[in-house]
């Protein structure tokens, strides 16, 4: 069995939409291991994570993290440990575009 370390996502600025940061690939599971999300602009805002799990979509059943708002400069490191199935997602959006970003994702991969 191989355990294989990834940067998952390699950065970008969130979406006032929801928006897929990474999917679960097939036939393995995915850790995750660091991530983080910094606002990078001068006046606070509001980020929301999702889990969601393969086949559905994002809302309140599957929150990660409520709404919660970010000071300006600040940065949010998230809680590891979530396992990504094949096509389970982590998703996010915010109050407004270009304004809080999400540096990478990373994690381990095993077979399923």
């Known amino acids: 069995m191989s355990i294989v370390l ?5 950065g970008g600025q969130i979406a006032t939409t929801i928006t ?20 990078v602009d001068a006046s606070a805002h509001t980020l929301t994570v999702y889990l ?3 086949g559905g979509s994002p ?3 599957n929150i990660l993290l409520p709404p ?12 590891t440990g979530q396992v990504l199935y094949a096509g389970d997602t982590l ?9 809080i970003t999400c540096p990478n994702i990373t994690g381990y991969t095993v077979p399923a």
């Open 6 to 10: 990834q940067r998952l996502y390699s």
């Open 20 to 39: 897929t940061l990474v999917t679960g690939a097939a036939n393995v599971k995915t850790l995750i291991t660091e991530w983080s999300f910094c606002n």
């Open 52 to 54: 969601v799990r393969s």
């Open 59 to 61: 809302g309140l059943a």
């Open 68 to 79: 919660t708002t970010l000071q300006a400069s600040e940065t949010l490191p998230m809680p």
């Open 91 to 99: 998703q996010a959006d915010v109050d407004a575009n270009s304004v």
